[in-house]
């Protein structure tokens, strides 16, 4: 798996070499996912006149923001072949914490560093139970699933924290129409992008999800590279928390419950393989944005709240399909 | 003002009636008579609305000399069933339980009824298990003051979006139901979108940001909770209150303060105090031999602009 998907990012960044349509047919072929999207935002734009607008499209920019800040530290782990259940209740920790600070008097660039750093040691609690206790990452998460938000509940005393507007205006628009969460979206996918191809650790994480003990045998750390990584998920999920709180300028003890399985659907609606090795920041973005679209479509053609949850669950089952059997053919 | 006098004084006059009925049937027992032992679970009281709810029960039970003793369980349903389990062994003489969980309370209210001890349900009710009565909000007529107050707003015509809560919970189908009734009343009133926003606030801002933009011209919006209405604020910024009325359901604190800067339109009100009185009221009627409905709907208020310092 590790083989397929390297050569593969190198290929990308050759330059020149292939004619245009054979770069089209390549390029839909290995994002089997974007053409699930454009097909959705094609017969979206038949079915309501209101969906193809400037507004409209940066609207689902800004809601596809959060999951896809989620989803992009969910892509870490799932590329070393674990997995992240605790990302909802993280980020709701670290808006939160971020909030409580915001009130406490406390500098609010400070107050912004504490909030990532409340997510990074989560991750890094993740990453200190998954490499060093031996516990599989799926229980390791879901145990801080249950205390990230725990705590979340505890600082808070239950109740939402209003958020300074020196912290909201993250969750505001630049100008009249420049949303700030659609750019920290980009600059975010941009980062994942550089660990995944440029950095050691991201090699790692395609050898340890490609195979564990050749990575292992190869030199490569695992068990410091497991650190690193669900750190870096539990900073990106802090991300994703503060963004989430900023937009609505309240700090929610129970904000993106449930997220993490969105931010997974969109991590393998993006092309990733759970059994580890395969996933790209491009993707993920897709997956995300295929989300995103779905649900404000949803809202736009006015469909009843029950076939709701139904069509969503079937266009992540098609997409998913679609891109697998594109991989075979 | 006059409608807030008004609802109080049919709620003061209810109280008057009920308070002598109890009596009445009370007098027969004498004065000579231990005090009535009453136990009442109540699920956790980190929220300002249990606590409401707590003050509002054991003001009854001062008022008619009963003993209540309330227990608090933290959310944890299994600390709750060893709480009922002690009321129990203690021989409360009624049992009212606010339950962390309707499906996990029904073993251990099964072993209270056992042990012949009347089990009233508060606010939410338990499954598989013998209940006297459940004393709860009555969603369906808040459902209906929603439309009449958001209708009254609006003039009596408008395009208007309705935020639905999580589908399939009682009282999102409860507060639909009232306000789908009060809404027909004004023809001039129409329902352009009905959405689900699960009862969360970053939903109600992305489904109203989205509607907004098939439906650029809604006047108004009924949400089945604050927390969706304090979202679809969100998402109108300057336009809430203004051009498009928002009404909301519970008159969370946030919420009112959201009504009274003129954000928030209204908002329906519980009265998670009064639903603690009618708990030991009816409790007490019990244990007296007095038959009780078998649901029994507390007042909701709407919550508006003008009367909401007497709320905040």
Redesign the interface.
Known sequence: MAIDTQPGHRLDKRPGGNRPPQMASRFLKENGALGALIAMVVLLAFMSGDFLTTQNLLNVGVQAAVTAILAFGVTFAIVSGGIDLSVGSVAAFSGIMLGWLGTQGVPIWLAFVLAIATGTACGLVNGLLISYGKLPPFIATLAMLSAARGLALVLSDGTPITLPESVSWIGETIGDWLPVPVIVMIVMCVITALVLIKTYSGRAMYAIGGNEEAAHLSGIRVRRQKLVIYALVGAFAAVAGIVLASRLASAQPQAADGYELDAIAAVVIGGASLAGGVGKASGTLVGALILAVLRNGLNLLDVSAFWQQVVIGAVIALAVLLDTLRRRA | MSKRKSTSAVVLATAVVLTASACGTGSGSGDGKKKIKLGFAISAL??PFMVQMKDGAEAEAKRQGADLTVQDAQEDASTQANQVQNFTSKNVKALIINPVDSDAAGPSVKAANNANIPVIAADRGVNKADIETTVASDNVEGGKLAAKSLADQLGGKGEILVL?GQ?GTSSSRERAKGFNEGIKKYPGIKI?????ADF???KG???T???M??HPNIDGIFAENDEMA??AA?ALGSKAGGDVKIVGFDGTP?TLKAVKKGSISSTVAQQPDELGKMAVRNAIRIVEDSTVDPKIKVPVKVVTKKNVDRYS
């Open positions: 980190n929220q639905r589908v352009v979108a009905k959405q689900p969360l606030r970053a801002l992305d489904v940001t989205n509607v933009q098939s304090l979202g969100k946030e």
